[in-house]
C-alpha cells in the first residue's frame, strides 16, 4: 500500500481504456488476481486464468471484450491488457522524486559538469570532463568515468558502471550492478600467448533504454557499440564490443551476444539465447528461449533452435543416435548406388 487513491473512473481515462461498471470503486494497490482483496486492481492476460474471475476479491480487473463476459466484478476493458496495467501502475506506484544535490560523501571531479537540478549519492564517484545533464538521478556507489555523458532524467539505481567515454541518452533506466563500455573480449594469439587488442571505440546507449541489473555492454573495438532508442535489456545480459542493437527491442535474461552482430529494430530475444558473432539479424525477428543461433536471420518472423528437456535415458538414446548418423548415411548411399546398378542392368537385359 503506498497510501493514493483512484476512482476506477479516472484510471480508464488515464489509461485510455473502456469503463465497466461502477466508476466510483476505489483503488489502492495492484495485485495478482489470484491474491488480491478490496482496494485492489489486477488483469487479466492470459485467458487460462480465466477461472480466477469468478474467484478473486479484486475490486476491479483489466481484462480484454471476450473475457469481460466473465466477470463479475468492475473493471477496464483493453485491447491491451498488460499494456493498460503498466499505465495503471506507473500512476498508482510513481517513481519518487529527488531534488538536485550533491551527497556529503561522493566524489566529483573538478572538471566534471554537474547539472544543479541533479542528484549524486552516497558514495558515487564522478570522473574528468563528465557531462551530466538536468534531472539525472546518480544512486549511492555508482562510478561514472571520464568523459562520458549522462542524459536528461536518465538514473543509475545504484552500484553502476558507466566506464570512460561513454554516452547514455535521455530517461534512461540503469538497475543495480550494470556495467556499461568496459573492454570487449579481444586478444591476438602471438604463439600461444595473448596480446591484449586496444579496445578504442565507446558504448553509446540511446533515449529511453532499460538495462537490468549486472547486465554488461562493451565498448566497441574500433567503431561504437549502438544500443537504440528504447530498447529494453533483462538482467545478466552479455552484449561484447561493436554490438549494434535497434530501436524497441527487447532481450531477456542471461542472452549473450558475440561480437559485431547486428540486431535489427523491434526484435525479441528469450532467456538464454546465444548468438554467434558477425551475424545480422534483420526487423521483427523473434528467438524463443535458449535458442542458438548461429547464422544470420534476415527476413521478419519466429525462429526456434534447440531441443527440449526429455528424460536423461531417452536423451542417451538420442545421442547415440545421432553418432551413428554418419554410418546410417554411408551405408544408404551405398544401397542407393546398388539400386541404381541393379536398375541400369534390368534395362539393359530388357533392351537385349
Not at 197 to 222: C, F, H, K, M, Y
Request: aromatic residues 6%.
Amino acid at each position: 500500500m503506498n497510501g493514493v487513491v483512484f476512482r476506477l473512473a479516472d484510471l480508464a481515462a488515464h489509461a485510455g481504456a473502456e469503463l465497466l461498471g461502477d466508476g466510483e470503486v476505489r483503488i489502492t494497490h495492484a495485485d495478482t488476481i489470484q491474491d488480491a482483496t478490496k482496494g485492489a486492481i489486477c488483469f487479466l492476460a492470459n485467458s487460462k486464468y480465466r477461472h480466477y474471475l469468478s474467484k478473486t476479491e479484486a475490486s476491479a480487473v483489466i481484462l480484454s471484450r471476450e473475457d469481460a463476459a466473465y466477470s463479475r466484478t468492475a473493471g477496464l476493458i483493453s485491447d491491451n491488457p498488460y499494456l493498460t496495467y503498466a499505465r495503471v501502475a506507473s500512476l498508482l506506484y510513481p517513481v519518487s522524486d529527488l531534488a538536485g544535490g550533491v551527497h556529503i560523501s561522493a566524489v566529483i571531479s573538478a572538471s566534471a559538469n554537474v547539472d544543479p537540478d541533479a542528484w549524486v549519492g552516497p558514495c558515487a564517484v564522478i570522473g574528468e570532463n563528465v557531462q551530466i545533464r538536468s534531472g539525472v538521478r546518480i544512486g549511492p556507489g555508482c562510478v561514472v568515468d571520464d568523459d562520458s555523458f549522462i542524459g536528461e532524467n536518465s538514473r543509475l539505481v545504484a552500484n553502476v558502471t558507466i566506464c570512460s567515454g561513454t554516452v547514455i541518452g535521455k530517461r534512461v533506466l540503469i538497475h543495480p550492478g550494470a556495467v556499461i563500455g568496459s573492454d570487449g573480449f579481444g586478444n591476438a594469439n602471438d604463439q600461444g600467448a595473448w596480446v591484449k587488442v586496444p579496445q578504442i571505440g565507446i558504448a553509446r546507449i540511446g533515449d529511453d533504454v532499460e538495462i537490468g541489473a549486472n547486465t554488461t555492454i562493451d565498448r566497441g573495438s574500433l567503431r561504437d557499440t549502438v544500443i537504440a532508442d528504447g530498447v529494453r535489456l533483462d538482467n545478466q545480459i552479455q552484449i561484447a564490443h561493436n554490438v549494434r542493437i535497434g530501436e524497441h527491442t527487447a532481450i531477456a535474461g542471461c542472452a549473450g551476444v558475440a561480437g559485431s552482430t547486428s540486431i535489427g529494430r523491434y526484435c525479441t530475444l528469450g532467456g538464454g539465447v546465444g548468438l554467434s558473432g558477425h551475424l545480422e539479424i534483420g526487423d521483427n525477428v523473434h528467438f524463443s528461449g535458449q535458442t542458438l543461433v548461429t547464422r544470420s536471420f534476415k527476413e521478419p518472423g519466429y525462429y526456434s533452435g534447440n531441443l527440449p528437456a526429455v528424460p536423461n535415458g531417452e536423451w542417451r538414446k538420442t545421442i547415440a543416435r545421432i553418432r551413428r548418423l554418419e554410418n546410417v548415411m554411408q551405408r544408404l548411399s551405398a544401397l542407393e548406388k546398388q539400386v541404381l546398378a541393379d536398375k541400369s542392368e534390368n534395362n539393359s537385359d530388357d533392351q537385349a
